[in-house]
């Protein structure tokens, strides 16, 4: 029995002291939290590091679609040559002889057509996985050099906080619904960011 009072004593103490610690502890008050938003859909859009990669992705696709048209066009008429053959095979060639005379320019026509749709299908295969990786590349570069320039204004501006408004949940609404006592910081990091 004379166990039970000593360790509620200690507990006692014990208790005392945690509650004295937590007084004493630094808390930041909610006032003191900084925080802002940036809108990142808006400082992309207008990063004008990212809009100079993008007019090169353009011209590079305008360089796809003239080579295309080019091969496009190449192939047509290969296709009005092969109906033109066909056509005064029919009218010329009455007698095996005469077909066979035909023949020879008939293959290397069929030839030149499926030269010319393999090279179609080549270019639109290489195009469309360089403009997949183009374009993974210019997000990727282009979002981390952004998360870098907010880091570092959070940091010199002494934000706790930085929120992406940007984003959208499954109501097509940004998650930040409300925050008392911010500012959108969008402007600050287009200025800093297109220095």
Not at 126 to 153: D, G, Y
Not at 164 to 176: A, K, N, Q, Y
Request: charged content about 30%.
């Amino acid at each position: 029995m004379n166990g039970m009072p000593t360790l509620l004593i200690h507990r006692f103490l014990n208790l005392t002291v945690f509650i004295f610690v937590l007084c004493m502890a630094p808390f930041t008050a909610t006032a003191d939290i900084r925080c802002a938003t940036v809108n990142i859909d808006k400082v992309f859009k207008n990063y004008s590091k990212a809009n100079e990669h993008k007019k090169a992705l353009i011209a590079k696709r305008e360089k796809y679609t003239q080579r295309l048209a080019t091969l496009t066009s190449r192939r047509a008429k290969v296709s009005e040559s092969m109906n033109e053959l066909r056509n005064k095979i029919k009218r010329e060639a009455k007698t095996e002889a005469d077909k066979e005379i035909y023949r020879d320019q008939a293959q290397k026509l069929h030839d030149q057509y499926k030269s010319l749709s393999q090279a179609i299908t080549e270019l639109d295969n290489l195009q469309l996985k360089q403009v997949k990786e183009n374009i993974r590349l210019l997000l990727h570069t282009s979002l981390s050099e952004i998360h870098t320039i907010v880091q570092q204004h959070a940091k010199d501006q002494q934000y706790d906080w930085i929120i992406d408004t940007s984003g959208r949940s499954s109501s097509t609404i940004s998650p930040l619904i409300y925050a008392r006592e911010t500012e959108d910081i969008t402007n600050d990091i287009l200025k800093r960011i297109n220095q």
